[in-house]
DNA sequence: GTTCCTGCAAACCATTTGCATTGAA
DNA sequence: TTCAATGCAAATGGTTTGCAGGAAC
């Protein structure tokens, strides 16, 4: 059986360098900004962690059912706060500690990948979609997703030569978005 | 004036991609394994942070030159409170909330550059030093730094691509060490 | 002198944990 | 029926901050 993977704004998934493809208004300190095709995979999340909880011997419980539903519902970067409040405006009823247990498991189960830019840390699918890489707008805070299939090479070719065997990586580019940057033009030349 | 740069353990720069060069003992989560030639600089750490500091009218006192002259004595990564900790055992006044303050102006300066591997911040040299990625054992927590100039190249391309305008990267390989990849073999394979 | 800096202790804030209770298998 | 999960509140741990006294410019 195939899953269909309900998510949302995908983009140009682009091999060697991706086109530019950058959002409207970069006021607001949040994320986003998609650009990646979610992958076609055999087994929903929800299944997915039931497996990964049964060959340890746990349960999947409310909660969590809830927790991972609402989770890949939407494909958007997120951290444990902004997931608590969104499943008790939905009358769920996790605690935090709970969404915090959760997010452990969901990590350690390969459904969801850590991304340590600000002291929170803000969580991203793993589970049915592509390996890719981050621009993070210092200014907006935005978060801007990118394929790049050289990276993986360096990757391995950099760790054979340093006798790593390497599991994952990550590449976080850092630096001023196209909006931003006009922004600021507009600001050192401002039309009278 | 040229500044010679007192820092200990170069090694191997490696443009493309460097030989490898691995530590002795893994265990301990201690980080290092340098790789890289220190560059030649023509002020001083301390000379270049007063020049930070008079520019913002603040000043260089008796804590910030220990701290300075300690942090860049021995080119190695380090977090607040190992710092803390070394000063005290020199018999140098410096408070924990000093270090911490100093650390933040050193950052600010361009004189450190800010590492988040961990739940504690580790710094390193960015003055005085080439521009280097990192390898991160999963298992023993060794930090080995390598340089390899494709990346810088992939960075500007791929920032283009998006409209972005880079200020800097991080690219973090994380695997298991040629060391602790050892240890475990010997452990499966135990000599009876 | 004025302004900035220090140390201390307290505050902060994201995350974790102990424990009594509830619930999945 | 058993072992694990939950929620709450308290603990943790790295980092920041308010403030009174102390130093640089």
Redesign the pocket.
């Known amino acids: 059986m195939s899953y269909p993977s309900s998510l949302t704004l995908a983009r140009s998934s682009g091999s060697s360098v991706a086109p530019a493809e950058v959002g409207s208004d970069p006021r607001p300190p949040v994320h986003h900004d998609i650009e990646l095709q979610p992958l076609q995979v055999d087994k929903s999340p929800e299944e997915k962690f039931r497996e990964f ?1 049964a060959i340890r ?8 059912r809830a927790l991972v539903r609402h989770v890949f519902n939407a494909h958007k970067h997120f ?3 902004e997931l608590t409040a969104e499943l008790q405006e939905r009358g769920e ?6 969404v ?3 997010l ?1 498991l969901l990590v350690e189960a390969g459904l969801l990948r850590e991304l340590r830019l600000t ?3 803000a969580y991203e699918h793993d589970y049915g979609y592509p390996s890719h890489d981050h621009l993070h707008c210092s200014e907006c805070g935005t978060i801007v997703e990118f394929s790049n299939e050289d990276i993986r090479n360096l990757r391995e070719a950099i760790s054979r030569s340093h006798g790593f065997r390497a599991s994952g990586h990550k590449f976080i580019i850092t630096g001023i978005c196209e909006a931003c940057r006009r922004l600021r033009n507009n600001r050192r030349r401002p039309i009278i």
Chains 1, 2 share one sequence.
């Open positions: 909880l011997g746990e349960k999947l419980t409310a909660p969590r951290d444990a706060d009823k996790v605690s935090r500690s709970t915090y247990r959760t452990r002291n929170r840390t």
